[in-house]
């Protein structure tokens, strides 16, 4: 049985199971370097070095033999938490490729409800950070805002805000995940950055900031407090990093 270990990235992920489909010996699992829960010992480790004619080949096979919409659904599983996600991916594509762009509608098939419903996570997540996200005003130059999110959906958020602060530039830091989407008023990328940047950052106070706590106090209506729903509509562990608490 042999166990890929791919490089964390998603050209890495489609080389290994392009490797996967084309292995004689079953395959036991895929992992990412950085996943410190693969069974090491229980099978043939075999190194995967990324090849961009192979992830090409696959991503064209997916687009062409499926469709678009499956190739942005695994991209969403990739960046999800999901225990062994490399190898939801490729059962499901297993699946997938003999089902063609009708697969779509075969949730009755535990893999391709899987990776419906993990999708259904990460977009939900993705669109709850669209409205819990607050920003820093820093030294009057750009936007800061930390987060530590689930699943890595940092890059999911860049179009949204974007549109939204097209004219200013700023910065959605992933905290737990040392990577940033970092938006110059032109385009935006994703670099790494570190905890010591959100450790000068998160105490960094600015006018607007004290404006918001002033006017959120001032509608607050103490004796209507409600800390359950309060958390069912806003995770706590997203707390510290919004300015209302």
């Avoid at 010992?41 to 070095?49: N, Q, S």
Wanted: charged residues 30%.
């Amino acid at each position: 049985m042999k166990i890929l270990i791919y490089d964390d990235t998603f050209e890495g992920l489609l080389t290994a199971i392009y490797d996967g489909f084309y292995s004689k010996e079953p395959l036991a699992s895929i992992y990412g370097k950085s996943e410190s829960n693969a069974p090491l010992f229980l099978g043939e480790i075999l190194e995967v070095i990324t090849d961009k004619d192979k992830f090409k080949k696959v991503r064209y096979s997916i687009i062409n033999k499926i469709d678009f919409v499956a190739l942005k659904k695994i991209y969403m599983v990739y960046l999800s938490t999901e225990k062994d996600n490399a190898m939801v991916i490729f059962k499901y594509l297993k699946i997938a490729f003999k089902l063609g762009h009708d697969v779509h509608s075969f949730l009755n098939v535990c893999e391709i409800r899987l990776v419906d419903d993990i999708n259904r996570r990460v977009t939900m997540e993705c669109h709850r950070f669209e409205g819990f996200i607050r920003f820093n005003y820093i030294d009057k130059t750009f936007l800061y805002s930390s987060i530590e999110p689930d699943n890595d959906i940092v890059e999911l958020l860049g179009d949204h805000f974007k549109n939204r602060f097209s004219r200013e530039y700023f910065i959605i830091h992933d905290v737990s995940r040392e990577k940033a989407l970092i938006y110059n008023g032109i385009s935006y990328e994703i670099i790494s950055m570190d905890t010591d940047i959100y450790q000068k950052l998160k105490s960094h106070k600015d006018e607007y900031a004290n404006l918001w706590k002033a006017y959120f106090k001032s509608t607050t209506i103490q004796e209507r407090t409600n800390i359950k729903l309060q958390c069912r509509m806003m995770p706590k562990r997203y707390w510290k990093h919004i300015l209302e608490t």
